[in-house]
């Protein structure tokens, strides 16, 4: 089994891009923001924990991380490998990564820092089926969504004063990733400040590699 990890700031297109290479490679997409938003929703243990975290726009500490991640890759659709969005974000975490599943490519998915914040500040979903769409590089269309039940949700962290701390904590904790998978041979740098299609054809020849 073998699985990849899109990685980059927030922002940058992972959830997007997600979605479209997961219908290229039938891997399925993990989201450790997606399901800590999933378990604040719910009100479980881990979730009522996560939520401060959050919302300030920092880190959830890496031993609840790892604990989901242990969960989730144990699921019947995961035994062929799965496509990780948002995970690892620390060293410690890909630490825990490599001992649980081997990952064949990282994607970085790279974009300024000056533009993350309209990118973000401009995002929303549908809160039907959780497809990703932005008020000016990716609107829904006037039909609305593909799923035919649009409802608009916007992130309660999607906002201009949490996304500094979003920034800072990627900054200081995930980049440094990028030095720990390039040295395994297996970090792909993809330009994301581009039209969706063209990135989602760069990564798909990254994969190809
Ligand atoms: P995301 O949807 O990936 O932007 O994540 C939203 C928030 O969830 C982040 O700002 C963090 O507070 C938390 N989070 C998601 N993934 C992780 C992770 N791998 N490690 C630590 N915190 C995370």
Known sequence: MSSIVLFGPPGAGKGTQAERITTSTGLPQVSTGDMLRAAVKQQTPTGIEAKEYMEAGLLVPDSIIIDLIRDRIKLPDAQAGVMFDGFPRTIPQAEALAQITAVSHV???????????????????????????????????????????????????????????????????????????????????????????????????????
């Open 107 to 209: 994607i970085a998915i790279e974009v300024p820092d000056e533009r993350i914040v309209d990118r973000i500040c401009g995002r929303y979903s549908c809160g039907n089926c959780g497809s990703v769409y932005h008020e000016t590089f990716n609107p829904v269309s006037n039909s609305g969504c593909e799923c035919g039940d649009f409802i608009e949700k916007r992130r309660a962290d999607d906002n201009k004063e949490t996304v500094k701390s979003r920034l800072s904590a990627y900054h200081e904790q995930t980049s440094p990733l990028a030095d720990w998978y390039d040295n395994k041979g297996i970090f792909h740098r993809v330009n994301g400040d581009r039209d969706i299609n063209l990135i989602s054809d760069d990564i798909l020849l990254a994969l190809k590699k």
